[in-house]
């Protein structure tokens, strides 16, 4: 059974940080290209960063350089390092495994960035 557990979602001001960690399981993790979504309410979801198989990454142009996407793949985990948060950055925060046909989502975490 393929499982995708994000974890680490939470309030914090302007400015602060937080990690968000993705747990995968009933999958060849190594293989897949992992990611970072997320969608605010009345927006459509949008790619925040990939990391591919081979370790390249990307981001959206709005948290280059705030956001650090990893993978560790012997615990089968993405993080997303978020830094100089901003409320624009609010958002509920989907972990993405992809592989040609295979696109696996988890459940999702809220980040909320707010004074």
């Known amino acids: 059974q393929v499982q995708l557990v994000e974890s680490g979602g939470g309030l914090v001001q302007p400015g602060g940080s937080l990690r968000l960690s993705c747990a995968a399981s009933g999958f060849t993790f190594s293989i897949y290209h992992m990611g970072w979504y997320r969608q605010a309410p009345g927006k459509q979801r949008e790619l925040v960063a990939r990391?591919?198989?081979?370790?390249?990454?990307s981001y959206v142009d709005s948290v280059e350089g705030r956001f650090t996407i990893s993978r560790d793949n012997a615990k089968k985990t993405v993080d997303l390092q978020m830094n100089a948060l901003k409320p624009d950055d609010t958002a509920v925060y989907y972990c993405?495994?992809?592989?040609?046909?295979?696109?696996?989502w988890g459940q999702g975490t809220q980040v909320t960035v707010s004074s």
């Open positions: 993405n495994g992809m592989l040609g046909s295979k696109d696996y």
């Open positions: 990391i591919g198989n081979g370790g390249s990454t």
